[in-house]
């Protein structure tokens, strides 16, 4: 509301002085000083062509101002093997920008300096000319197809799975508005899923019919063993969603329907993201802004902020609802042996589905079905 009041007050603003300006120009008619035609004069010329050259130097030096305000903002060390690849593919292109931009925006403005209108100097009638074009078309061609087939190369590497490969089977359901990680148990084979199939405790529709899906079982945090090839089987429930997991340079469309996978290999325990210098320092950072931002709340009586602490996080980057800002997952990358200790502790939704079917907590004697898989005993396959 405050908003909608400045806008109106600012729109109000500007009619008074466009009034204000023809008022003044009405009172200068007849005036012989004044000069009121719509042609412009070699002065208006002149003026135009200077303020060229000052626009130039805005752009400059508010890129230059930005680079230094802003340059640490961006993402910094990748925490998966193919990250690299992406940072050298996006560096590159920034390269590339950054001199097109400085090279062309001279060009641009010197011209429109040097062949601002002059009196009595008439425009040149210049129909075409085919080397001049022929150079000018090449050379963007020539860099254009170069980027793309080496964007292409390092695309078809990133998303190859080898289907004898070992890898990790992992399934990110998406719905409005949160996640859950499914993993394929012991097996690394992931029970069929259907949505028609969602009830109670099974709320990401698991077949439990299916044996592939004895052992599978669900969470709300995810857990990644550093090291190890991790293959994402990415669903959604009903809109389109985007698995987007920016330290790990990683980004899938989840579309309702059909099952889409990004595989990646993590490189840094979340231990160890948290020790690389640059994370502390940001870290102290943000640390820095909430403890100023504490004071003013604990003086205004609220509760004082928690000190931050990094984490990987999975987040949707599909606007798709009023709480899309806040559909994440936490992801945790373990070392191998936390990440099998991790993975022995988790109970299979067989077992789970179960547990709530059961009406009233079984009674001393009662026989335990001994389909329920314990995963305690066969966690040990998955890690070879
Ligand atoms: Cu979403």
Redesign the pocket.
Known sequence: MTSLLVIIVLVLLAVAIWQLTKIFDLTQVGNSNSNDSQIATDNDNNVQGYLMFGFLAFIYIFTIYGLFKWGDLPLHTPASEHGTDVDRLMNITWVLIFIVQAVTQVLLHYFAFKYRGKKDQKALFFADNNKLEAIWSSIPAIVLAGLILYGLYAWNNIMFVDEDEDVIVIELY?K??GWTARYAGADNVLGKANVRLIDGVNDVGVDLADPNAQDDFVASELHIPKGKKVLFKIRSQD????AYMPHFRAQMN?VPGMVTQFAFTPTYTTLEYRELPFMVEKVARINKIRTQKSAELVAAGNTALDPYTFDYLLL??????AS?YN?QMKIVVDTPEDYKKWFKEQVSLVQKVKESNEPAPAAEGTVIDSTAVSLDTVSKVVMK
């Not at 809109?239 to 985007?242: A, G, R």
């Open positions: 998406a409005q508005f809109v389109l969603h985007s989840c949707c980057n599909k606007i798709c609802g899309h559909m």
